[in-house]
């Protein structure tokens, strides 16, 4: 059975920063590509960053420089850390997987300015 957790949101000040993780089981964890998505409150759910099973990794225009997407295959982890944050990054975050096409519940993110 799939599951995955995020963890690590929470209220931040803009310009803080935070990281987020996600835990992976019942997967082919390290052959998996990952990402991490957001929604916003009235807006449609959004790719941030993904990771491939080898390192590569993509961003959304909106976050590069900021956000780093890391992944540990020893543990399952899928990690997103969030630098200089701003108020537009607030949303509910999300982790994937995409081999599985499976979300996580998501965790919240709140951005105060």
């Known amino acids: 059975q799939v599951q995955l957790v995020e963890s690590g949101g929470g209220l931040v000040q803009a310009g803080g920063s935070l990281r987020l993780s996600c835990a992976a089981s019942g997967t082919i964890f390290s052959i998996d590509t990952m990402g991490w998505y957001r929604q916003a409150p009235g807006k449609q759910r959004e790719l941030v960053a993904t990771?491939?099973?080898?390192?590569?990794?993509k961003y959304a225009d909106s976050v590069k420089g900021r956000f780093t997407i890391s992944r540990d295959n020893a543990k399952n982890m899928v990690y997103l850390k969030m630098n200089s944050v701003k108020p537009e990054d607030t949303a509910v975050y999300y982790c994937?997987?995409?081999?599985?096409?499976?979300w996580g519940q998501g965790t919240q993110v709140t951005v105060s300015s």
């Open positions: 990771i491939t099973s080898g390192g590569s990794t």
């Open positions: 994937y997987s995409e081999w599985y096409t499976y």
